[in-house]
């Protein structure tokens, strides 16, 4: 009897800490807005990346669709063992908004309008060890409706040497996003200046922009 009785207090137990963590998990998306269309989606587990390696965590977009990827960081030279963080994104004009922003007529075009309209680096001034925010705004416009692959390529230059590598491909519909990848320094990060280069691709139509920070 004693066994049984404990064996039923630990099943209580742990159904509720699953049933915490899902009330829990549900309004954190709800917090972020994963339940709203294509608004605060965090899409992803972080990505730890070792030194000269490849690491990744699967990705769910939650977009409506079904769509998977993989955030992929290569961190080198002065960034090796730091950590790639958690994926997100905010979905801020609709695809018939950006479709009259950009006067793209998608019965005509024959490719995938790709603009990044600003990309950034917050805070763009830290210390060993702190996390940077890499941030881009962009647009990605095809045929109306449809659901494109859109992969996100940022690299990291410090001195001109390519220090870090972060990239995603998701599937996304017509719209302007902004996108978060969180850098996460190692304590021994190199001082100065590192220079982002946001790249945004989709079918045959690409874009890029430049953004810096400083580790002081």
Same mark, same amino acid.
């Given at each position: 009897?004693?066994?049984?009785?404990?064996?039923?207090?630990?099943?209580?137990?742990?159904?509720?800490?699953?049933?915490?963590?899902?009330?829990?998990?549900?309004?954190?998306?709800?917090?972020?807005?994963?339940?709203?269309?294509?608004?605060?989606? $965090?899409? %992803?587990?972080?990505?730890? *990346?070792?030194? +000269?390696?490849? /690491? !990744? #965590? @699967? =990705? &769910?977009?939650?977009?409506?669709?079904? $769509?998977? %990827?993989?955030?992929?960081? *290569?961190?080198? +030279?002065?960034? /090796? !063992? #730091? @950590? =790639? &963080?958690?994926?997100?994104?905010?979905?801020?004009?609709?695809?018939?908004?950006?479709?009259?922003?950009?006067?793209?007529?998608?019965?005509?075009?024959?490719?995938?309008?790709?603009?990044?309209?600003?990309?950034?680096?917050?805070?763009?001034?830290?210390?060993?060890?702190?996390?940077?925010?890499?941030?881009?705004?962009?647009?990605?416009?095809?045929?109306?409706?449809?659901?494109?692959?859109?992969?996100?390529?940022?690299?990291?230059?410090?001195?001109?040497?390519?220090?870090?590598?972060?990239?995603?491909?998701?599937?996304?519909?017509?719209?302007?996003?902004?996108?978060?990848?969180?850098?996460?320094?190692?304590?021994?990060?190199?001082?100065?200046?590192?220079?982002?280069?946001?790249?945004?691709?989709?079918?045959?139509?690409?874009?890029?922009?430049?953004?810096?920070?400083?580790?002081?």
């Amino acid at each position: 009897m004693l066994k049984r009785a404990i064996s039923v207090s630990l099943l209580v137990v742990i159904s509720a800490i699953l049933i915490g963590g899902c009330a829990s998990q549900t309004a954190e998306q709800k917090k972020g807005g994963v339940l709203e269309e294509h608004k605060g989606a $965090a899409v %992803g587990a972080g990505a730890g *990346a070792v030194a +000269g390696g490849v /690491a !990744g #965590g @699967v =990705i &769910g977009a939650q977009t409506g669709h079904t $769509a998977a %990827g993989i955030v992929i960081g *290569a961190l080198l +030279g002065g960034l /090796a !063992g #730091g @950590v =790639i &963080g958690h994926y997100a994104y905010d979905k801020k004009q609709t695809e018939a908004e950006a479709q009259n922003k950009y006067q793209y007529d998608y019965n005509e075009s024959k490719s995938h309008l790709v603009r990044v309209e600003s990309v950034d680096a917050v805070p763009n001034e830290v210390y060993p060890g702190q996390t940077v925010e890499l941030v881009a705004t962009y647009t990605v416009l095809g045929p109306q409706g449809t659901v494109m692959d859109v992969t996100e390529v940022r690299e990291v230059r410090h001195e001109g040497t390519l220090e870090g590598k972060p990239q995603i491909t998701v599937q996304k519909e017509g719209g302007t996003y902004e996108s978060k990848i969180p850098l996460v320094l190692p304590s021994d990060a190199q001082r100065g200046t590192y220079v982002v280069t946001t790249t945004i691709q989709s079918g045959n139509s690409s874009d890029s922009r430049e953004s810096t920070f400083t580790v002081n």
